[in-house]
C-alpha cells in the first residue's frame, strides 16, 4: 500500500490496521454498500421509495400522534435538515407526509404521516422485512445475530456524540 508510505503523519506515530484489521473493515465497508443498495433497490422496485424515506416514515408512525418536529425527526434520521427537507417535500407531494407548524414555536414544524402515508407504510413493510430477514437474519445463525447486535451497539454508543458544540448532521 504504497499511499500509507506518503501520508504526512510518520509511520512511527500512527497506528496503521492490521492486514487482518484491514481485511475485516472492507469487508465491513463493502458488506454496508451492498447491503444499503439491496435495501433501496427493493423499496424502489416495491413501494417507489429510497431506503432513507422508508426510514422516515417508520419513524413517523412510531411516534405519538404519528407526528415528530423537524429538528428531532432529522436527528432519528442521522441527516441534515436540508436533505430532511427535500425528503420531506417529495413524500408530501407523494401525500404520504404533511407539515404542520408549531404552535408554540412559530419557525418549527412538525412532519405527520397521512393515512395514505401509513397504508403505503403497511404495504411495503412485508416486502421490506423479506428483504432484511433474507440479506442478513437468515444468513446469521442465533449467536451470530447476537454478536453483531453487540457489536453494532459498542460502535453506535462509541460514535453518538453527546458533548455541547458536536458536528452533527441534523444540526446542519
Same mark, same amino acid.
Not at 31 to 59: I, S
Not at 70 to 92: F, G, N, P, Q, V
Not at 131 to 160: T, Y
Given at each position: =500500500?504504497?499511499? /500509507?508510505?506518503?501520508?504526512?503523519? @510518520?509511520?512511527?506515530?500512527?497506528?496503521?490496521?492490521?492486514?487482518?484489521?484491514?481485511?475485516?473493515? *472492507?469487508?465491513?465497508?463493502?458488506?454496508?454498500?451492498?447491503? %444499503?443498495?439491496? /435495501?433501496?433497490?427493493? #423499496? !424502489? $422496485?416495491?413501494?417507489? =421509495?429510497?431506503?432513507?424515506?422508508?426510514? #422516515?416514515?417508520?419513524? #413517523?408512525?412510531?411516534?405519538? &400522534? *404519528? $407526528?415528530?418536529? /423537524?429538528? %428531532?425527526?432529522? =436527528?432519528?434520521?442521522?441527516?441534515?435538515?436540508? *436533505?430532511?427537507?427535500?425528503?420531506?417535500? &417529495?413524500?408530501?407531494?407523494?401525500?404520504?407526509?404533511?407539515?404542520?407548524?408549531?404552535?408554540?414555536?412559530?419557525?418549527? !414544524?412538525? +412532519?405527520?404521516?397521512? %393515512?395514505?402515508?401509513?397504508?403505503?407504510?403497511?404495504?411495503?413493510?412485508?416486502?421490506?422485512?423479506?428483504?432484511? $430477514?433474507?440479506?442478513?437474519?437468515?444468513?446469521?445463525?442465533?449467536?451470530?445475530?447476537?454478536?453483531?447486535?453487540?457489536? =453494532?451497539?459498542?460502535?453506535?454508543?462509541?460514535?453518538? @456524540?453527546?458533548? +455541547?458544540?458536536?458536528?452533527? @448532521?441534523?444540526?446542519?
Amino acid at each position: =500500500m504504497e499511499y /500509507m508510505k506518503k501520508a504526512s503523519t @510518520p509511520a512511527e506515530e500512527l497506528r496503521w490496521l492490521t492486514d487482518e484489521e484491514q481485511s475485516v473493515w *472492507r469487508s465491513y465497508v463493502h458488506a454496508t454498500t451492498l447491503l %444499503e443498495d439491496h /435495501m433501496d433497490r427493493q #423499496l !424502489q $422496485r416495491d413501494a417507489g =421509495m429510497p431506503h432513507v424515506y422508508y426510514g #422516515l416514515l417508520v419513524k #413517523l408512525a412510531d411516534a405519538p &400522534r *404519528r $407526528r415528530l418536529r /423537524m429538528t %428531532e425527526l432529522a =436527528m432519528h434520521a442521522k441527516i441534515t435538515r436540508s *436533505r430532511l427537507s427535500h425528503a420531506i417535500a &417529495r413524500l408530501e407531494k407523494n401525500g404520504w407526509v404533511r407539515r404542520e407548524d408549531c404552535p408554540s414555536d412559530k419557525r418549527g !414544524q412538525f +412532519a405527520v404521516l397521512t %393515512e395514505q402515508g401509513l397504508e403505503v407504510l403497511a404495504r411495503s413493510a412485508p416486502g421490506h422485512v423479506t428483504a432484511v $430477514r433474507n440479506a442478513v437474519f437468515d444468513r446469521l445463525s442465533s449467536e451470530q445475530q447476537k454478536s453483531l447486535g453487540e457489536i =453494532m451497539q459498542i460502535i453506535a454508543e462509541g460514535l453518538q @456524540p453527546n458533548e +455541547a458544540g458536536a458536528d452533527l @448532521p441534523w444540526l446542519r
